[in-house]
């Protein structure tokens, strides 16, 4: 790996990691154009750049990551003295806890088929055009959602399983995570500001376990290639920085109802997907 690798995939995952265009996908599209895919089972090397947008997320919400900690920590105290049942829901970051961990439980049967998951894009260019095609539709159907005013303080147990499950579907390569999560919570009336705050607080738990999938994937192959430690401190650098930026412009662009841009993005990239790869099938 050259730093210049490094920095071209820490780009590219801080920007899709967050924008609605699937980091999973461009990073495996980018595997295939360059005729490194070999990379792509560097389980190390993704972990740092994940580790990347973690930090970027938790920078660009701290006052909530902090809120949600502190709101957590309370319902561990309430849990040992007998008080957590009592409580109920309570304050809005303490439903907003609840709902995220509902959200997260939704994913845990997906995680026994998740090689296979993966699999099938990585063999399969036409499967993951038609993935980048899926996002395109649903960033489509988006904007076209009426404004609501369901907020952190109103979520219920039905709109956090519904973005869970949105958020299962984009275990496939070419889903975007962020976009499918933004997406089924403005399908489910949440207003368009929690709307993107929880998904990016559902997305902190979710990228993490990522990580730690990703390390013991490293250890399990045996490929912990310490002397590339450089380059990929390059990538998680650049991934951050970069995430930083693709939050703030995720923000500006769902409350301006803008989500037709990536659509039309990721309706041309998953018809090009899959046109590439009828080509190759016949030839």
């Not at 809005?92 to 049967?109: Q, T």
């Not at 998951?117 to 990585?122: F, H, K, M, N, T």
């Not at 404004?147 to 496939?172: H, P, R, V, Y």
Request: with cysteine.
């Amino acid at each position: 790996m050259t730093i210049l690798d490094a920095i071209l995939q820490g780009i590219i995952q801080g920007l899709t990691e967050f924008l609605p265009v699937s980091s999973s996908g461009h990073l495996m599209l980018y595997a295939h154009i360059t005729g490194n895919a070999e990379d792509s089972n560097n389980f190390l090397f993704s972990a740092f750049l994940h580790l990347g947008t973690l930090l970027a997320t938790c920078l660009a919400f701290k006052e909530t990551v902090i809120a949600l900690a502190k709101e957590g920590g309370a319902m561990v105290v309430d849990l040992f003295t007998g008080k957590l049942i009592k409580k109920g829901l309570g304050s809005p970051e303490r439903r907003m806890v609840y709902m995220l961990l509902l959200s997260l439980l939704v994913l845990v049967p997906f995680y026994f088929v998740r090689d296979f998951i993966e699999g099938v894009a990585q063999k399969y260019l036409i499967a993951l055009g038609c993935f980048f095609l899926y996002t395109s539709l649903i960033l489509f159907l988006s904007d076209r959602c009426k404004k609501s005013t369901i907020n952190a303080g109103d979520l219920t147990w039905i709109e956090a399983l519904i973005i869970g499950i949105f958020q299962a579907f984009a275990l496939f390569p070419g889903i975007s995570r962020s976009g499918s999560t933004i997406c089924g919570a403005l399908f489910c009336g949440v207003d368009r500001d929690t709307a993107v705050k929880y998904s990016f607080m559902l997305g902190i738990p979710t990228i993490l376990a990522g990580c730690l999938v990703e390390i013991k994937d490293a250890v399990d192959v045996g490929k912990m290639p310490v002397n590339e430690i450089p380059m990929y401190l390059v990538g998680f650098v650049v991934s951050a920085i970069v995430g930083i930026g693709a939050i703030k412009l995720v923000n500006l662009l769902v409350k301006n109802n803008k989500f037709k841009y990536f659509a039309v993005y990721t309706l041309l990239l998953g018809l090009g997907v899959v046109g590439y790869g009828v080509m190759n099938v016949v030839r």
